[in-house]
């Protein structure tokens, strides 16, 4: 499946997946149009990407209607005729009780196996996904240490996906470095970008696609089509799914994983520009980032940071989660809820346009950045992650 990039000479493609989406379901959720557009079909597009290309189509004949808000429309509907079939889809919506069918951190983690004695678990950050109108999909973050392993597992049930900006994934990577362990990100899905960063520093990455609803009845899945929502699957459904043979296969691997030596100038790096702390990166601090490193990018991470850059996209994040763990591990079920409000939330919610000079110039002096790190310690990675690539 090839991934690409929507740009203005793109927009023609986009109007003509949009009106492929729009003949079969005249009403549908943004979410729906990222499923669409961006996990399904032979070409999957980007969500940041489409959303921007989405703003630039705005005003024109091309550019879908939205009669409610989370909901596009077939342009060519009358207004009448979309606020009517928008309403259809609420009732259906309504019917299914979204918030009923919801799953919890702590249910999904004992359905991967990932808790117990072996485990000690932290508190779940949830929050609320707009599907259409005032209908919401309840969301988690949830962080777990396993005991007996060096790995700790981030889970995290989102229609959004996780972008190698997104500050939680950065306090994660960090905090593991520190602390000698590993990272395991279970997750619906993962910008495919973020897999590069990922493996970067030893850590990996398990996507299951789908949205967890606890009967996923025929009704609910149904609602949830009407909309072009992802398929919907039970937990038990989840347990006899390919991701668990993954998840393990993972559990098993990572902890004979050594991070290289450009992994290790790369975190330097990042902590001294406080990615995990004071100061989130951004796709254009992210290429600053990459542009001081010796370590060799893929050419599509640096492309797509540029386009993120250029879109002035920035992650839209559940948490950060806490990471301390907890005494008692029943009390992984306290939730922290923050509800967010959206007009675009699916594709380009809180979309930041980052000033002209938050790119700082490809030709900044490395002594700038060595002087934000220890000097001996600069140097002692730089060498090594030299020698190792000469190795």
Not at 40 to 48: A, E, F, I, V
Not at 155 to 175: C, E, G, M, N, Q
Not at 211 to 217: D, K
Not at 239 to 264: T, Y
Request: net charge positive; hydrophobic share 40%.
């Amino acid at each position: 499946m090839s991934h690409v990039a929507v740009r203005g000479h793109d927009e023609g493609y986009l109007v003509e997946r949009l009106a492929r989406v729009f003949a079969r379901r005249s009403v549908v959720s943004k979410w729906g149009i990222q499923y669409r557009l961006c996990e399904t079909g032979p070409t999957r597009l980007d969500p940041r990407l489409v959303a921007a290309s989405l703003r630039r189509l705005a005003g024109g004949n091309r550019h879908p209607f939205s009669p409610v808000k989370g909901a596009l429309s077939d342009p060519v509907l009358p207004s009448a005729e979309s606020h009517r079939l928008a309403e259809i889809a609420i009732a259906a919506l309504q019917a299914a009780d979204i918030a009923g069918g919801s799953v919890t951190a702590t249910e999904l983690a004992v359905t991967l196996k990932l808790t117990g004695a072996s485990s000690r678990a932290t508190t779940a950050t949830t929050s609320n996904r707009r599907i259409i109108d005032q209908i919401n999909l309840p969301v988690f973050s949830a962080v777990i240490d396993l005991r007996k392993s060096p790995i700790s597992v981030w889970l995290s049930h989102d229609l959004a996906w996780i972008y190698p900006d997104d500050p939680t994934l950065w306090r994660l990577v960090l905090k593991m470095a520190k602390s000698n362990r590993r990272l395991l990100i279970v997750a619906r899905k993962i910008a495919p970008a973020t897999f590069h960063l990922l493996k970067l520093f030893g850590a990996r990455g398990v996507q299951y696609y789908s949205v967890l609803h606890r009967t996923a009845s025929a009704e609910s899945a149904q609602a949830f089509d009407n909309v072009g929502l992802p398929h919907l699957i039970t937990l038990t459904g989840l347990a006899k799914h390919p991701v668990r043979k993954r998840i393990r296969s993972c559990l098993s691997e990572l902890p004979s994983i050594s991070v290289a030596a450009e992994a290790e100038m790369a975190l330097a790096l990042a902590d001294s520009r406080g990615f995990a702390t004071s100061s989130p990166p951004t796709p254009a601090t992210l290429l600053d980032w990459t542009n001081q490193q010796t370590t060799t990018w893929p050419p599509i991470w640096s492309e797509m940071l540029e386009a993120w850059r250029e879109a002035g996209s920035k992650p839209l994040t559940v948490g950060p989660p806490l990471i301390e763990p907890l005494d008692n591990h029943d009390s992984a079920a306290t939730h922290l809820v923050a509800e967010f409000d959206d007009d675009f939330e699916s594709l380009s919610d809180q979309i930041l346009h980052e000033p002209k000079t938050a790119l700082t110039e490809s030709t900044v002096a490395r002594s700038r950045v060595a002087a934000e790190v220890d000097r001996e310690t600069w140097d002692r990675l730089r060498a090594r992650a030299i020698s190792h690539r000469k190795g």
